[in-house]
Nanobody, 125 residues
Framework: VQLQASGGGLVQPGGSLRLSCAAS????????IGWFRQAPGKEREGVSCISSGDGSTYYADSVKGRFTISRDNAKNTVYLQMNSLKPEDTAVYYCATALDRYGSSWYCTNGMDYWGKGTLVTVSS
């Protein structure tokens, strides 16, 4: 199981970025997958997760209405569209996955089994 996150960078407040997470070594069809972030000096936070099957989603309160998670099982890839970015969104963002037994909200709250390397998002003017 390998996950490769990309798309991070420097963006001004109010701007947008789209993160991608390409999975290899397995197929996403039966896996929940999500995005987590960790800012300096802070604990890891589950940002958004999406279930297999019905594709139900979970968003942290801090990103609701601004971020959108989506998955393309044919491409084995998950995306996180981030709009209206704020300086407090600055963090290293990680994608992670687990065989889906419990649903998106559980995994975003408790973490997942397989993790990729992070991509840095910096929101600053």
């Amino acid at each position: 199981v390998q996950l490769q996150a990309s798309g991070g960078g420097l963006v001004q407040p109010g701007g947008s970025l789209r993160l991608s997470c390409a999975a290899s070594g397995f197929t996403l069809d039966y896996y929940a997958i999500g995005w987590f972030r960790q800012a300096p000096g802070k604990e890891r936070e589950g940002v958004s997760c999406i279930s297999s099957g019905d594709g139900s989603t979970y968003y942290a309160d801090s990103v609701k209405g601004r971020f959108t998670i989506s998955r393309d099982n044919a491409k084995n890839t998950v995306y996180l569209q981030m709009n209206s970015l704020k300086p407090e969104d600055t963090a290293v963002y990680y994608c992670a996955t687990a065989l889906d037994r419990y649903g998106s909200s559980w995994y975003c709250t408790n973490g997942m089994d397989y993790w990729g390397k992070g991509t840095l998002v910096t929101v600053s003017s």
